[in-house]
């Protein structure tokens, strides 16, 4: 399995047989994030949208005629098993910025779960569904999502093997502001930020591990 962040809250997961892409963004919205302002050209068998907001919903950017998975349920395609659980975009039920679907995938014998843009600590029946997470991919900036406490707070719920930050504003510095804040929450001395990462079932670390990606540039 490899994995490429994209910028904001979209991910290429690229499978043995099959690539997934998660919450693809509009150019505007990768251009206010600060990230890469297209995404390039991007192909995928599935495409996940947690929720219907243009940094997440941008489908038509993605060639291969996808299977598009878009809210609650459980889903097969492709041999891949997605169980979409039912969240919220902010810690007012919705009130606010509405609903927010979690990803569970697996894939190649991983489990990777996309918090997509969660707004609140994890409640007991969304950790039953997310618990066997090896790969955790988070919100960390605290704009419109969780922040890096919060984000540590669930990591510790859910204790996965590899964490991955997300959805932060890389403000030019070499380490932004939200990516600093976080991994002093988890620990983290030594940020080194890397294109891409490669995980099997065989190799999975055993203990969390926090792994910084660099947006692809397009």
Same mark, same amino acid.
Request: aromatic share 4%; net charge negative; proline share 6%.
């Given at each position: 399995m490899?994995i ?14 099959v690539?997934?892409?998660?919450d ?10 600060g ?17 219907n ?8 950017a993605?060639?291969?005629n996808?299977?598009v ?7 097969? !395609? +492709?041999d891949?098993?997605i169980?979409? &659980?039912?969240?919220?975009h902010?810690?007012k039920? @919705?009130? $606010? ?5 979690i ?14 843009d969660l707004?609140?600590i994890?409640?007991?029946e969304?950790l039953?569904?997310?618990?066997d ?16 406490t919060?984000a540590?707070?669930? !990591? +510790?719920?859910v204790?996965?093997?590899? &964490?991955?930050?997300?959805?932060y504003?890389?403000? @030019?510095? $070499?380490i ?10 988890m ?17 999975v ?14």
């Open positions: 490899e490429s962040w994209l910028g904001h809250s979209c991910f290429q997961l690229r499978g043995k047989n690539t997934l892409v998660t693809p963004f509009s150019p505007q919205q990768g251009s206010s994030q990230e890469t302002s297209q995404l390039g050209k991007i192909s995928a068998s599935i495409v996940t949208v947690s929720h907001h243009a940094g997440h919903n941008n489908v038509v993605v060639s291969g996808p299977h998975v878009k809210g609650p349920g459980e889903y097969e !395609i +492709s891949v098993l169980t979409g &659980v039912a969240s919220y902010d810690d039920k @919705g009130q $606010e910025y509405g609903r927010n679907t990803y569970v995938i697996h894939i190649d014998d991983l489990v990777i779960c996309h918090l997509g707004g609140h994890l409640q007991e969304q039953e569904e997310v618990a997470a090896d790969i955790l991919l988070v919100p960390i900036g605290g704009e419109h999502t969780i922040n890096a919060q540590a707070e669930i !990591i +510790s719920q204790e996965p093997r590899v &964490v991955i930050p997300m959805h504003h890389a403000d @030019g510095a $070499e932004p502001a939200p990516l600093g804040k976080f991994c002093r929450e620990g983290v001395e030594n940020i080194t930020a890397q294109p891409r990462l490669v995980v099997t079932r065989s190799n670390p055993a203990e969390t591990q926090v792994v910084v990606l660099s947006p692809r540039i397009a």
